[in-house]
């Protein structure tokens, strides 16, 4: 069984920083890729961020390039995303996932295996 467990989220202003993280309990050692998504009220769920495990090759969405950074601490099963110059459009429930087997895109949400029950990231203007 596996779980994921994000916290960190909270209220800042537009130009804050917010870092969220990801821990993972449970069967860790094949898992293939991890990436945030985040999900607006009335909207679908957006890929932000992916890194691949094996080498941390980590790739982004275009409205987060420059400004967020994922990475991974695999000694502490954690995953990070570190949020810079947050904007009001960032405001959103946040969520880690984890791949075992990837095959499809990064960006699409049904081809990750587990997920974290979120947690809220709200920028004011």
């Known amino acids: 069984q596996v779980q994921l467990v994000e916290s960190g989220g909270g209220s800042v202003q537009a130009g804050g920083s917010l870092k969220l993280s990801c821990v993972v309990f449970?069967?860790?050692?094949?898992?293939?890729?991890m990436a945030w998504f985040r999900q607006a009220p009335g909207k679908g769920r957006e890929a932000v961020a992916v890194i691949y495990t094996g080498d941390g090759s980590p790739s982004y969405a275009d409205s987060v390039k420059g400004r967020f950074t994922i990475s991974q601490d695999n000694a502490k099963n954690t995953l990070y995303l570190q949020m810079n110059n947050l904007k009001p459009e960032d405001t959103a429930m946040y969520f880690c996932a984890a791949d075992y087997r990837p095959t499809g895109s990064w960006r699409l949400p049904q081809w990750y295996d587990y997920w974290g029950r979120g947690t809220q990231v709200t920028v004011s203007s």
């Open positions: 449970g069967y860790v050692y094949e898992t293939q890729r």
